[in-house]
């Protein structure tokens, strides 16, 4: 089986209601930017960095929010996502505050794949919650950009927030129908930081790594699918035309298309999951190789599952085809989608 890494421990993605009440109205935010200032912060915009808009301190980024003029040389960047901050770290930009894995918790540790790089940076944690951002929080951090977005729980609050969080710093939301790491990685590359050269390098070690795994592992019975499993032990069907999936069948597996047959919808819109209940599991899960995952945490696992009724009459349970994965993979960013790959040619290599 494909086990959890032990290092990382860190909670992952939610599956919330979107709630978004906003903590602060846009007003009252700049009137604490002005009072920042008056302290002797630096107001978000007025670095000395930024310049004007329009002139070589500044740089107009195309957004799912319209434009957005940010600092050309921003350096107090505050990521909502903590699943966006291994980028930035990876393209040497600096990252000044980001937000847990997960709400609430309170667990504040920083990915052991991102190395020495949130020490050097000094890179604080800002609280959040199921309610929303702490917005006081992130305007003491007084950022001069942030990154929001991404893919899970905090997407919906940066779209809650988005107008709140612009009266604080220039604010680019990633789109969360970007359907793997790929595509993030490039967007804030070239869009936001212009470093292609950054993502270049990216791609191609990723590229070259697959293809190196592909050649020296025995791909299992097909098709595939992968769910994840809640604590609460609900199953969300991982949606086959992004992510994960993708991922797994440029490796040469065969992801099988059970959410468009049966027209799934996903939990949230524009999400990369949907629900299903204990009767659709054993009724359209019929993979002939299964990968369980566990959901904010790793709160699943193919032992666990193997002797419930709702499990064990799965056809890859039953030809002993279901396999472990982290739960950090659902929504893996170029640093995790390497170690994935490591996982993979350690159970499949030949």
Known sequence: MIHPSPARTSAGPRTCPRTGPRTLAAAALTAGLLALSACGGTPAGEDARAGEAGTEGTRTVSTVNGEVEVPADAQRIVVLNYALAGYLYDMDVPVAATIPEDADRGNQ??????????????????????????????LEAEPDLIIAGGWGFPSFHAEAAYDDLSAIAPTVVVDKALPDWQGQAEFLATEVFNRPEAFEE????????????????????????????????????????????????????????IAARNELEPYQPG????????EQLGQL?????????????????????????????????ADEHAHDLPYWALRHDFDESLELLDLVEEEFGR
């Open 109 to 138: 540790e920083f990915s052991p794949l991102w190395g020495e790089a949130p020490e050097e940076d000094g890179t604080e944690f800002l609280p959040w919650s199921a309610d929303g951002f702490d917005l006081e929080a992130i």
């Open 202 to 257: 990216m791609a191609a070690e990723y590229e070259a790594r697959l293809g190196e795994v592909r050649e020296v592992i025995e791909v299992p019975e097909q098709p595939t699918s992968f769910v994840s499993v809640t604590g609460e032990g609900t199953p969300y069907l991982v949606l086959e035309d992004q992510g994960l999936p993708l991922m797994f069948d440029a490796l040469g597996f065969e992801t099988n298309d």
């Open 271 to 278: 999400g990369d999951l949907a629900e299903l209940s204990t």
């Open 285 to 317: 899960v019929d993979s002939e190789t299964l990968f369980v995952m566990g959901f904010n945490a790793d709160t699943a696992s193919v032992e666990a599952l193997k002797d419930e009724p709702a499990w064990s009459g799965l056809p890859a349970f």
